[in-house]
């Protein structure tokens, strides 16, 4: 699988589109289509651009590998990814949430220890 193989498998998992995604990092128009029609390669700076904007290394990128990371972690980052579309005050409601709840279970965990 090649990187804008890898690009759009990502912008189909998180039902971004192309588009989206470059007016997002504020990319030129048509720059995508240059890339997927093999005209141009994307530069390292817009790479890592990229992978921040998926929260995906760029190792993930240009070899399809993840690097080494606890698998836990890696589902969080997952799901962090996927709230990336909600509005700016549902994801504030969704964090207040998880905060809540990690800290219910911490605080059971140490009285169960």
Avoid: C
């Avoid at 998926?54 to 993840?66: H, I």
């Avoid at 709230?83 to 279970?105: N, S």
């Amino acid at each position: 699988m090649t990187t804008i193989e890898r690009i759009i498998e990502l912008l189909a998992e998180r039902n971004i589109s192309a588009s989206k995604m470059m007016r997002d990092l504020e990319f030129s128009k048509g720059l995508f289509s240059q890339w997927k029609a093999g005209k141009q390669k994307p530069s390292v700076k817009k790479l890592q651009k990229i992978s921040e904007y998926f929260n995906v290394s760029m190792d993930y990128l240009l070899t399809g590998k993840q690097s080494e990371t606890d698998p836990v972690d890696e589902e969080l980052a997952i799901l962090a990814r996927k709230t990336k579309e909600l509005p700016e005050a549902e994801r504030e409601k969704l964090i207040a949430v998880l905060r809540g709840t990690v800290d219910t279970f911490l605080e059971a965990q140490k009285k169960h220890d």
